[in-house]
T-cell receptor, first 113, second 114 residues
Framework: KAGVTQTPRYLIKTRGQQVTLSCSPISGHRSVSWYQQTPGQGLQFLFE???????NKGNFPGRFSGRQFSNSRSEMNVSTLELGDSALYLC????????????FGEGSRLTVL | ELKVEQNPLFLSMQEGKNYTIYCNYSTTSDRLYWYRQDPGKSLESLFV?????AVKQEGRLMASLDTKARLSTLHITAAVHDPSATYFC??????????????FGQGTILTVHP
């Protein structure tokens, strides 16, 4: 069974640009969550989607947005990039069973210059 | 606001000895998770603890949960071939509408010395 797939794995952008990251969950998983990981702030929850609906949102500015498609694939977008947006962005999927266990992808490492 | 604190944040281990990572959380929760992250890699799920008194073991790792004390512990027996890794605990609530929202601890960086 294929794991969570994130693309691209690495990308470099400049301030003011925007970026779109993609996540394909494990087959059959309907819940997709996004996290930002930085050395200073650690792992922080961005948002969660379930059946194409945003179910939870973390404490991030409106420049961060996401969506989920009918096949459960998800994208997140960051507009007007800032230097502080440099981070590893992790996507996780869940089968939405009672355990709530998340399965993480390899991440997309974004560098903003 | 839920807060999760781990200690210690750094652990230099000697082969064959036992160590413990503590994970405290601030509000009632019914689900606690332990993850491992190798350098430059993603998070690997180690344990899911769902009830008070839950204990799970896998090889040289053992995790337990005390919901009354809001405390989970991860016991590790170090082996010399263990690469450096960071261990995270995370707290969340499943069911309802919060499957994917976890609050993570700061992480504990482990290194093993012969």
């Amino acid at each position: 069974k294929a794991g969570v797939t994130q693309t691209p794995r690495y990308l470099i952008k400049t301030r003011g640009q925007q970026v779109t990251l993609s996540c394909s969950p494990i087959s059959g998983h309907r819940s997709v969550s996004w996290y930002q990981q930085t050395p200073g702030q650690g792992l922080q929850f961005l948002f969660e989607y379930f059946s194409e609906t945003q179910r939870n949102k973390g404490n991030f500015p409106g420049r961060f947005s996401g969506r989920q498609f009918s096949n459960s694939r998800s994208e997140m977008n960051v507009s007007t990039l800032e230097l502080g947006d440099s981070a590893l962005y992790l996507c996780a999927s869940s089968p939405s069973t009672d355990t709530g266990e998340l399965f993480f992808g390899e991440g997309s490492r974004l560098t903003v210059l | 606001e839920l807060k999760v604190e781990q200690n210690p944040l750094f652990l230099s281990m000697q082969e064959g000895k036992n160590y413990t990572i503590y994970c405290n959380y601030s509000t009632t929760s019914d689900r606690l998770y332990w993850y491992r992250q190798d350098p430059g890699k993603s998070l690997e799920s180690l344990f899911v603890l769902l009830s008070n008194g839950a204990v799970k073991q896998e090889g040289r790792l053992m995790a337990s949960l005390d919901t009354k004390a809001r405390l989970s512990t991860l016991h590790i027996t170090a082996a010399v071939h263990d690469p450096s890794a960071t261990y995270f605990c995370a707290v969340g609530r499943a069911g309802g509408t919060s499957y994917g929202k976890l609050t993570f601890g700061q992480g504990t960086i482990l290194t093993v010395h012969p």
